[in-house]
């Protein structure tokens, strides 16, 4: 049971709206899983449907290597979570709010061990205020305090550091380190900011428009070595065919539309140039970005500038 | 199923909101028997003075099985407003709250979900009506004392003897749950059409008092719709204090006029209660959550 | 001539028949008050029954209480009583309190095998709200059977009583009283009643002949009572 998280060719759609639009990855144990895309990517659709709030439309999602949807409260118990915002009951102190939550999860759980899960996240002594005089940032500890608390295999964090200040994110990136490290907690945690997930992640996916660009380990998609080429040409189809039966095949990127994406060592990039002449591809452009973010901020801020950039 | 119950009585009855109808109902109650100890014989006259005019009434009319009648007659048509208040709100509020996405990535099943929250809902609707018995009925007994009831009905009068009233004022209350049930449902039922709670709450009332008003007009138009409107139904409880009368015309005690209409309403109640919370169900489950 | 002295003298043997018979009568309702005016006090109980089609009411138990001349109370005990207006005192004393009116006979009639004379009586007093009181005298007993009042304000009411222990006192066991009722509706919304009536019941809410009937068990009389059960 290496694989936590297995999603098959996820597709959401609301009335004619694609949000997730055929996604397919894989979160290992042991990963700390960085979501990557703009707001309105599909991140938080896709969280959602790992987490059973919203429906797929379309695909499989098999988690602890059960089906999702036979297997739900199985699964659930093994997951803590916090999507958005981390609401809770605002006429709750945030002790209470954390024994409620910890009930609906099944399990039982001491007052000490509340309390401890308090002092974790560093709100002991405001453990019997009310929620609603809380900052964001002590709302966002709480959230993760009940996401802990019956210590579940998998945590789900979506855009944990949202409205914080830079105190309040180092001190999320601290204790997803932590978790990942000394606990060995399996953690999917989305983004919008390249820098936070370059950070912490061990694996990443970036998604655009509900479609998957790129899944890789941190260690290469972070890798100055490695380069991400764009190729466009007059003839996709072909091209694509060509090169999966070339030595190319293992650079191979997800296709988009009109463009071949390969991730490739710098060095190689006249090699490529030289097998795609020799191949018979009518090559249009072949573009090289330099850095993840380069091609991060690039695919992800709309096609229209790509098409610029292009040109 | 039970721990979840129990959270939901607990937020329930932590929040200030769940008071107000309380309160409310607590103040008019107060302020409507002060209003009968303080001039109630006049209130009395005028509501009797048709009847009055024929015949002379002798003996305290003005009991607290009387009062308790008026009170209710008062209260039960406001009441739902109050049981809207909580019950539209309970998923709803949550959306709204951003809570209910905390709540369903739990190991819960939407089906427990949705069940131990509209069991929450009738048990609040139940407490409601329970201080509403305790103080419309218990404390205006204390205050009026007791004694034989006299009602004055659309075409005759009542005459209740004391030893039978207390029956019809059980069996009244348990109706008045089942009425109050019906609309915890309607509202639990439009809850989840929105995130916020504002939407629901005046919906449901908007449809009662929308109910309500065909179901109190005389128009033979609204009298076609009259028997399917469930607020037509909600009244029923009034069939509890109506009594059947021998050949001599005297009352015979322990007897109701109408229990065929009791049982019908409760009847229709019921498959009113089942058909919302059936589809709340329905709804619920296959229902994204967006909040 | 001979006619009208044969008109003439028939005149005269009737006027001197209806006098003198006038005569016997009011004599015979001074003996009934008479018989009635030993009892200065008493305290009844009873049952009362009230037949009225749009009144719903149980058979109750009655204490009754009465003072000369006019103070009489009746107590239930679930603490209501419901008497139609007019015919409050249920109480014979009462109409022929007053000698304050003509007395003419009207022949005779038997009543529930019961030879009686029947009686009527004029009030002198034309502010007196009663117009007529038609009475049937039990001659032999002295007790009044039966009496019709119709009244200026409240309409025709009919007082049957019959007699049984307290015969002597000119008290009865039984009271029927018969009285018209006036029409009777509340506004649905006041009663907030959505149903209809059915036709059965409409139709028995549209008879206008009430009844109350008190039946006595027994009287104490003349033990003195304090004035202020009349309050």
């Known amino acids: ?311 | 199923m039970w721990t979840l119950l129990q959270i939901e009585l607990y937020k329930i009855f932590r929040r200030p909101r769940t008071y107000i109808a309380f309160a409310a109902i607590t103040s008019l109650i107060a302020i409507v028997q002060l209003g009968l100890k303080v001039d109630g014989k006049e209130y009395a006259d005028f509501v009797m003075a048709d009847f009055k005019n024929s015949f002379s009434i002798d003996g305290n009319t003005l009991n607290g099985y009387f009062v308790c009648y008026i009170l209710l007659q008062l209260l039960l048509v406001h009441v739902p407003l109050l049981i809207a208040l909580i019950a539209a709100d309970m998923i709803s509020g949550e959306a709204n709250g951003g809570t209910l996405r905390f709540l369903l990535t739990k190991p819960v099943s939407r089906f427990n979900f949705i069940m131990a929250k509209f069991l929450a809902a009738t048990i609040y609707t139940i407490a409601l009506l329970i201080w509403l018995a305790i103080l419309a009925l218990f404390v205006s007994m204390f205050i009026f004392g007791t004694g034989d009831m006299l009602l004055l009905k659309n075409s005759y009068v009542v005459q209740l003897q004391q030893d039978d009233i207390f029956w019809r004022y059980s069996g009244a209350f348990g109706f008045a749950a089942l009425a109050m049930t019906t609309v915890a449902a309607l509202g639990f039922f439009l809850s989840q059409f929105a995130e916020n709670s504002i939407g629901p709450i005046v919906a449901t009332m908007s449809v009662i008092i929308f109910f309500t008003i065909l179901s109190t007009m005389s128009i033979p138009l609204f009298n076609l719709v009259k028997p399917y409107l469930f607020t037509t139904h909600m009244v029923s409880w009034k069939e509890f204090f109506d009594i059947r009368v021998d050949e001599n015309n005297a009352t015979i005690k322990g007897s109701i006029e109408h229990p065929e209409r009791i049982v019908r309403s409760v009847a229709i109640l019921a498959v009113h209660i089942l058909l919302f919370v059936g589809a709340s169900l329905f709804i619920f489950k296959k229902k994204d959550v967006l909040s | 001539m001979n006619r009208i002295i044969k008109i003439f003298s028939v005149a005269i043997t009737l006027f001197f028949t209806t006098t003198i018979r006038a005569q016997d009568v009011a004599v015979l309702v001074q003996k009934v008050k008479a018989k009635l005016d030993v009892v200065n006090d008493y305290i009844a109980d009873g049952t009362m029954k009230t037949d009225v089609s749009f009144i719903k009411a149980p058979i109750g138990q009655v204490k009754i209480y009465y003072k000369k001349p006019n103070q009489f109370k009746l107590k239930r005990d679930g603490g209501i009583s419901i008497l139609p207006k007019g015919g409050v005192t249920v109480n014979m004393s009462s109409i022929v309190s007053t000698n304050d009116f003509d007395v003419i006979p009207a022949g005779e009639e038997i009543l529930n095998g019961i030879k009686t004379k029947k009686v009527k009586l004029l009030p002198r007093n034309d502010n007196s709200d009663v117009v007529i009181t038609t009475m049937y005298i039990d001659e032999a007993n002295l007790v009044i059977c039966k009496a019709i009042t119709t009244t200026k304000e409240n309409g025709t009411y009919e007082i049957e009583m019959s007699y049984g222990k307290y015969i002597n006192y000119g008290l009865p066991d039984k009271v029927v009283f018969g009285f018209n009722t006036k029409d009777y509706k509340m506004p649905k919304g006041v009663t907030l009643e959505f149903e209809d009536e059915d036709k059965a019941t409409k139709d028995k809410m549209k008879n206008k002949k009430g009844k109350v009937e008190i039946t006595y068990k027994n009287y104490t009389i003349n033990k003195g009572i304090d004035d202020k059960v009349f309050k």
């Open chain 1, 1 to 311: 049971m290496s694989d936590i998280i297995k999603v098959r060719n996820l597709s959401k759609k609301f009335n004619q709206f694609t949000a997730v639009n055929d996604l397919s990855f894989t979160v290992a144990n042991g990963d700390v899983y960085g979501f990557l895309g703009q707001n309105g990517a599909g991140k938080s659709t896709t969280m959602r449907m790992l987490l059973t709030l919203i429906q797929p439309t379309e695909g499989n999602i098999e988690m602890f290597g059960l089906p999702l949807h036979n297997n739900r409260n199985e699964i659930l118990r093994q997951v803590g979570a916090v999507i958005e915002k981390p609401d809770v009951y605002k006429y709750l102190s945030a002790y209470e709010n954390l024994k409620l939550f910890a009930k609906l999860s099944g399990i039982k759980i001491s007052h000490q061990k509340l309390q401890q899960q308090l002092e974790v996240v560093g709100l002991a002594d405001r453990a019997n205020d009310k929620v609603k005089n809380f900052s964001q940032g002590m709302k966002q500890r709480l959230g993760i305090a009940i996401a802990l608390v019956h210590n579940p295999a998998l945590i789900v964090l979506d855009e944990p550091t949202n409205g914080l200040d830079p105190q309040g994110i180092a001190d999320i990136r601290n204790l997803i380190l932590h978790l990942s490290n000394n606990e060995g907690k399996t953690i999917l945690v989305s983004s919008h900011l390249l820098s936070e997930i370059e950070q912490i992640a061990t694996k990443v996916l970036i998604i655009d428009k509900g479609k998957k660009i790129i899944e890789d380990s941190a260690q290469s998609l972070f890798d100055p070595a490695q380069t991400i080429v764009e190729i466009t040409t007059f003839d996709d189809v072909f091209a694509r065919q060509q090169l999966l039966q070339s030595q190319w095949e293992s650079a191979f990127q997800e296709n988009r539309q009109n463009q071949i994406v390969l991730k490739i060592d710098r060095q190689k990039i006249s090699v490529l140039h030289r097998d795609l002449v020799a191949m018979n591809i009518q090559l249009i452009s072949l573009q090289p970005r330099h850095s993840l973010e380069d091609y991060f901020l690039q695919v992800t801020t709309g096609s229209q500038n790509v098409h610029q950039y292009i040109q």
